[in-house]
């Protein structure tokens, strides 16, 4: 079942996902036009029949600017560090009852550490208790990975469920390395959060 309808720029650069409804009044209002359907699920209203658009292509090209920072989240951040907590790699699948992932800030704020793509990473409540205000080094833990910002593409579509449809224009336009990273990253927090 298609979640959402993968909007396209002109120029055929995937932007993102949009709920059916937004879809069909672009298309509507001849803000979009349909470039993938499925002609077997119409949408139907007292006028009209539509086919279910699958993917849409804008009509006029939106700026989108190159050096695309988005803030941090737990979701976007979660994903980026594959719902594993960094400093014991248990899953929020792995965690007891009572645990969850949080956001811990490698320097903590109190030592002047800053809500940055490269001072936060997933820790486990546990992990993120026992650390508290301390550099990891000084009580004996240690990151898997060094924290990165992410690729404003991966962020993107980190949490977001793709048909093949809509995969093949992510691999069209960005290649299929960056293709398979989201899928990646689709299955290890779907996984994570059936878990």
Sequence with gaps: MTVGCL????SFEPLTLVPLRRAL?????????IVEADSVRLVRSERAAYPRPIVIRLTRF????RRFRRQVTNTFLFARDAYACQYCSRTSA??????SLTRDHVVPLSRGGKN?????????SSCNTRKAHHLPAEIGMHLMRKPTEPHFVHLSWAVRRLT??????IRTFYGATVLHQIEALEHRGGASRRG
């Design 7 to 10: 909007a396209l720029n002109s």
């Design 25 to 33: 009044r672009l298309v509507i209002d001849g803000k979009a036009e």
């Design 62 to 65: 939106i700026h989108v600017p």
């Design 94 to 99: 792995q965690l007891r009852p009572r645990e």
């Design 116 to 124: 940055s793509w490269t001072n936060v990473v997933t820790a486990c």
């Design 164 to 169: 093949p449809i809509q995969a093949k224009y």
